[in-house]
Each structure stands twice: as structure tokens, then as C-alpha cells.
């Protein structure tokens, strides 16, 4: 095949990309197992009718089809553009077989047709945990998915990963912020102060009287609550002091003050209440969340999510729930930058290369990586039986740090081509470094 042109938005990546981008997948699937959440894989397609639910974003679905379907098909499949929807008929489909509350972790590809940035990709892997409950959804629940969050980048951080600020808001106080000074559309309400950093205050407050029909001095008020932000539970004050009642006000200031008060205690400065935070999906009806990897805001949120109380329901039982989505894709586009530093030591999993003397030894060569594979030391042999530099320049354009020569002077020995030391060794007892023995992630 000919080499073809790339795809926008649909990343490859190189071998020693890909040794980055797993370790950040195994760092998140060890993460959220130490939480107690249950490893799912949902299948990548969904009945179009369940993805467009609302028409707002059916743009962006990938539709599927098979190439040689006959006419219409009477279902027409999507490819899922998050983990939240397939997570939502799954529920529907085994809850008779969950015990609840049911706390679930998926990482995989989802696929979005948005235009490609920096960051952005048409097909990208997300890491998302949710709690479902049944019937009632304990509010300590909306403090510990982002704490789980927190924990997870901080695990992130050895790979150079940036330390995280994770803001957070309550739809339930904003809505009763909204309710509480007169203004009824509050879709358009939290569409406009969602919109805060993009065009800053003033264009939010034309954007309220157009959108919302705010006067002046409602403008005021939904500004001076969008530009209220503590890392501490002390905001409530702020927000009470602008003289703004309503019972569902109220709710969300005591469900926010409460994570803050959590928060506080066990991430210290990373959870932010940051009042001016809606979040654009419709179906969120509590806490929600925003990450911004500190001194890379320009890459947007990394992980969001929210608190949602109707997303599933089966017959007369609804199952709320609450979880946060890590953009995994969008960290790697952070680490690949050049300025980043973030580096594996190789592209492959080979540790060793067991040199060939001549074809018609190539066996002996073989029988050494089956006794270095029993013991789980990943090696390969040389692809031909050219001199040894040649064979030590294979290893080295690959990254593997030992040749093994099966006829050296004292019989079986290998060299690390990196010192150039040379000593005997043994199939059957020899041991890299554990430095050496898989592919590693640094920072310069």
C-alpha cells in the first residue's frame, strides 16, 4: 500500500509514544481500582436514537454502517462520543445484576467529528469513573470523585505530569441564584456565565439581557457570583452577602461547602470553587467539575464531569449518579509537546538482543530467548546474521540496552552496549536491573 495522507484528529502514535500513553492508562486503571472501582469496557457503538437524544449533538456523531447493508438500516448505529450514555444503557440493561451503589471505570476510544486542535481529536481515549446509585445518591459521593481525581494526577506526577486545579461548582446554586433575583430561562442563564473566561464579564453581561432578559441590576448580581473563587468553605459568605435567596440556592451552597470542607482537609488548594462553571450538558443536576493542568490552562479542562439525577431511569426506579472524565488524549498532547521533557527510555519492550553467529546457529539463538522469556525477560533475536556491529547497531537504533553472544570468549555472555561491558552470563539466571527491564518514563 502507498503511503497514504493522515487523517486529521485521529492520532497514532510512535512506539515510545505509546510506552507514555500506557503508562498514564496503567497509572489511572491502578488509581481508580485502589478506590473500588470496577473495570468495564462498553462496546464502541450505540443505537443513533440513544446518542441524539436531544439533537444537540448529532453533528458530531460518527454514524456506522455496513459497507454492503441493503437499503435502510431499521437501526442505525453511532459510534459513542463519551462513556456517560453507554454507561447510562448499561445500567439499564444489567441493573438486576449490580449491587448499588455501583462504582465503574472505563477507559477506551470514544469518537467525536469536531474540528481538530490542539488537544482536540476526532477519536481520543477517555478515563471516566461514575457512582450510580439507587433511588438516592449520597452527597459524599460528589466529594469523592474528584478527590479519586486528585489522587490520580498526583500518581501522574513522577512522569512529569503538572500538579492539577480542580474547579468546582453546584448547578443547584446557581439555578437558585437565578431563580432568587427573577430570571427564569436559567438553560440560557448557564450558558452565559459558562462562557465567562472565553469573553469576560462585560460580553457575559450584554449576552445575560440578550439571552436571558437580565436587567442591569440582575447582570450585576450573576456577574458578582461568576467572579467569586475559594479554595476554602468560607465562600458561602461571599455568596450569601450579595442578599440572594431561594431554598435550591441554599441546597447548593451547603452540598459545595461540604466538598470544600472535604476537600480542604484531604487535597489541600487543589479543589476551587469557582462560581462561574455551568458546564454545557444538560443533563447535569449538581455538583459540577473542571481540571485545569496548572501552568497549561491554555489546553482547557482535562477531566470534567458532574452530578446528574436523571440520565437512567428503568420503569419507575431512577438511578442517579454522579463521575469525572480524564481527557487522556489531551494530557498526551501536553507530554509530546517538545518543552515538555516527558521521554521514554525505549520504544520497545525488548530488553535484549541474542546475536546470531551464523544462520545455521540461529537455534541456539532461539533456545536462549525461550529461557529468557520463561523468566519473563522480554527479548528478541537478531533479524540476520551480519557482523556484530551491525548487530549491536540493530539494538542500538531500537533502544535495547544488551546484545547476548552465545560464543564468546567464556561461552554465554552478554554486553550492555550503552558501558561497553562484556561479562559471561546465564540463560537460565540472568536478571537486568529493574531499571532495565521494561520500558521507563522520565523527565529530562
Not at 556491529?389 to 560464543?407: L, M, S
Amino acid at each position: 500500500m502507498a503511503k497514504s495522507a493522515r487523517l486529521s484528529g485521529f492520532p497514532e502514535r510512535l512506539p515510545a509514544e505509546r510506552v507514555i500513553e500506557k503508562s498514564i492508562i496503567d497509572i489511572l486503571d491502578h488509581t481508580f481500582a485502589l478506590h473500588g472501582y470496577s473495570a468495564l469496557n462498553h462496546r464502541a457503538v450505540e443505537p443513533i436514537s440513544q446518542l441524539a437524544k436531544d439533537g444537540e449533538i448529532d453533528k458530531e456523531i460518527f454514524a456506522v454502517s455496513r459497507l454492503h447493508s441493503e437499503g435502510t438500516e431499521r437501526n442505525p448505529l453511532g459510534l459513542h462520543f463519551d462513556l456517560t450514555v453507554p454507561l447510562a444503557r448499561f445500567i439499564a440493561d444489567n441493573a438486576n445484576e449490580l449491587s448499588f451503589p455501583f462504582k465503574a471505570a472505563r477507559i477506551q476510544p470514544v469518537w467525536r467529528g469536531e474540528r481538530p486542535q490542539q488537544g482536540r481529536y476526532r477519536e481520543f481515549i477517555q478515563a471516566d469513573i461514575d457512582v450510580i446509585a439507587e433511588a438516592e445518591l449520597p452527597g459524599h459521593f460528589e466529594v469523592e470523585i474528584p478527590l479519586a481525581v486528585a489522587d490520580a494526577f498526583s500518581r501522574l506526577a513522577p512522569l512529569g505530569v503538572p500538579g492539577v486545579k480542580i474547579v468546582v461548582n453546584d448547578r443547584r446554586l446557581l439555578e437558585g441564584f437565578a431563580r432568587g433575583i427573577g430570571l427564569t430561562n436559567i438553560q440560557a442563564v448557564l450558558r452565559c456565565l459558562d462562557k465567562y473566561d472565553k469573553i469576560g464579564p462585560a460580553e457575559v453581561g450584554r449576552l445575560l439581557a440578550t439571552e436571558a432578559e437580565a436587567d442591569e441590576e440582575q447582570q450585576r448580581l450573576c456577574l458578582a457570583l461568576a467572579a467569586i473563587e475559594s479554595d476554602s468553605p468560607d465562600f458561602a459568605d461571599e455568596v450569601r452577602a450579595l442578599g440572594v435567596e431561594h431554598p435550591l440556592l441554599e441546597e447548593g451552597l451547603d452540598s459545595l461547602t461540604t466538598m470544600l470542607r472535604a476537600a480542604h482537609e484531604r487535597a489541600p488548594g487543589v479543589v476551587v470553587a469557582q462560581l462561574k462553571i455551568a458546564r454545557g450538558l444538560d443533563y447535569y443536576t449538581g455538583a459540577v467539575y473542571e481540571t485545569q493542568l496548572i501552568g497549561h490552562e491554555e489546553l482547557g479542562s482535562v477531566a470534567s464531569g458532574g452530578r446528574y439525577d436523571s440520565l437512567v431511569t428503568v420503569g419507575k426506579k431512577s438511578y442517579p449518579g454522579v463521575g469525572m472524565s480524564i481527557g487522556v488524549s489531551r494530557l498526551m498532547a501536553f507530554i509530546l509537546d517538545a518543552n515538555s521533557g516527558i521521554k521514554a527510555t525505549r520504544g520497545t519492550p525488548s530488553v535484549v538482543v541474542v546475536a546470531v553467529t551464523d544462520e545455521d546457529k540461529r537455534g541456539e539463538a532461539d533456545a536462549v530467548a525461550t529461557a529468557l522469556r520463561a523468566r519473563d525477560i522480554a527479548c528478541e533475536v537478531s533479524p540476520s546474521a551480519a557482523k556484530f556491529g551491525k548487530q549491536i547497531r540493530y539494538a542500538e537504533r531500537r533502544g535495547i540496552p544488551f546484545v547476548w553472544f552465545t560464543d564468546g570468549e567464556s561461552g554465554h555472555e552478554i554486553k550492555d552496549i550503552r558501558s561497553g561491558e562484556q561479562v559471561t552470563a546465564d540463560p537460565a539466571t540472568w536478571e537486568p536491573v529493574e531499571a532495565d527491564r521494561k520500558p521507563r518514563v522520565y523527565r529530562d
